[in-house]
C-alpha cells in the first residue's frame, strides 16, 4: 500500500486547466466539423442542384442548357443521361412542330378543297336545273301539241336532245371528277 500526499487545491486547478483546455479543444472540432461538413457538403450538393436547375429549364422547354461533365461518377453519369434527354426531346418536339405545321396545312386545304366542292355543287346544280327546265318545257309543248306543223315539232325535239346531250355530257364529266377525287382513274 503506498500512501500519497498532495494539495487538493492542486489538484482541483489540474482538472479545471483540464477541463477548460478539452472545453476549448471541443468547441473548436465542433467550428471545424461543421465548416468541413459544408465544404463537403456542397461539393455533393452542387452538382445536384445544377443538375435541378437544368432540369427545371428542359420544363421550360430550354433545351440548350447542359452539364458540363467533370467527373466520373454517378452524377456524371446521370449529367450525361440529363444531356441526351434534353437532345431527344429537342429533336421530338421539332418533329412533333414541323408534324403539327404539316397537319394545319392539310387541314387549312382541305377547307380550302371543301370551300371549292359547296361552290362547285351550287354551279353544277344550276347548270343542271337550266337543261332540265327547258327540257321540261319543250316536252310539256310536244304533249299539249302546241306546234301542229312537223318542223315545229321536230325542233323541239332537238331542243330536247340536244339539251339530254348538254346534260349526258355535264353528269359524265362529274363522274369522270369523282373518278380522279378518288384515284380510281388516270388523267
Same mark, same amino acid.
Given at each position: 500500500?503506498?500512501?500519497?500526499?498532495?494539495?487538493?487545491?492542486?489538484?482541483?486547478?489540474?482538472?479545471?486547466?483540464?477541463?477548460?483546455?478539452?472545453g476549448?479543444?471541443?468547441?473548436?472540432?465542433?467550428?471545424?466539423?461543421?465548416?468541413?461538413m459544408?465544404?463537403?457538403?456542397?461539393?455533393?450538393?452542387?452538382?445536384?442542384?445544377? /443538375? +435541378?436547375?437544368? +432540369?427545371?429549364?428542359?420544363?421550360?422547354?430550354?433545351?440548350e +442548357? &447542359?452539364?458540363p461533365? &467533370?467527373?466520373?461518377?454517378?452524377?456524371?453519369?446521370l449529367?450525361?443521361?440529363?444531356?441526351?434527354?434534353?437532345?431527344? /426531346?429537342?429533336?421530338?418536339?421539332?418533329? $412533333?412542330k414541323?408534324a403539327?405545321?404539316?397537319?394545319?396545312n392539310?387541314?387549312?386545304?382541305?377547307?380550302?378543297?371543301?370551300?371549292?366542292?359547296?361552290?362547285?355543287?351550287?354551279?353544277?346544280?344550276?347548270?343542271?336545273?337550266?337543261?332540265?327546265? /327547258?327540257?321540261?318545257?319543250?316536252?310539256?309543248?310536244?304533249?299539249?301539241?302546241?306546234?301542229?306543223?312537223?318542223?315545229?315539232?321536230?325542233?323541239?325535239c332537238?331542243?330536247?336532245?340536244?339539251? +339530254?346531250?348538254?346534260?349526258?355530257? /355535264?353528269? &359524265?364529266?362529274?363522274?369522270?371528277?369523282?373518278? $380522279?377525287?378518288?384515284?380510281n382513274?388516270?388523267?
Amino acid at each position: 500500500v503506498v500512501f500519497l500526499r498532495s494539495n487538493f487545491e492542486s489538484i482541483q486547478e489540474s482538472v479545471d486547466l483540464a477541463n477548460q483546455f478539452l472545453g476549448y479543444i471541443g468547441l473548436i472540432s465542433v467550428v471545424v466539423g461543421i465548416v468541413a461538413m459544408f465544404i463537403v457538403s456542397s461539393r455533393f450538393t452542387k452538382p445536384i442542384l445544377d /443538375l +435541378a436547375n437544368i +432540369a427545371k429549364r428542359m420544363s421550360e422547354l430550354d433545351f440548350e +442548357a &447542359k452539364y458540363p461533365i &467533370k467527373r466520373k461518377d454517378e452524377i456524371a453519369e446521370l449529367g450525361r443521361s440529363i444531356n441526351a434527354l434534353s437532345d431527344k /426531346l429537342q429533336k421530338t418536339i421539332s418533329e $412533333l412542330k414541323k408534324a403539327n405545321n404539316e397537319l394545319k396545312n392539310d387541314i387549312q386545304k382541305k377547307t380550302e378543297i371543301d370551300e371549292m366542292r359547296k361552290e362547285f355543287l351550287s354551279n353544277v346544280s344550276h347548270e343542271l336545273k337550266t337543261p332540265i327546265s /327547258l327540257i321540261q318545257g319543250y316536252a310539256e309543248g310536244l304533249m299539249e301539241n302546241v306546234n301542229e306543223d312537223e318542223e315545229n315539232r321536230n325542233f323541239y325535239c332537238e331542243v330536247i336532245m340536244d339539251e +339530254a346531250n348538254k346534260m349526258n355530257q /355535264l353528269v &359524265k364529266k362529274l363522274l369522270t371528277l369523282n373518278e $380522279l377525287e378518288f384515284g380510281n382513274n388516270q388523267v
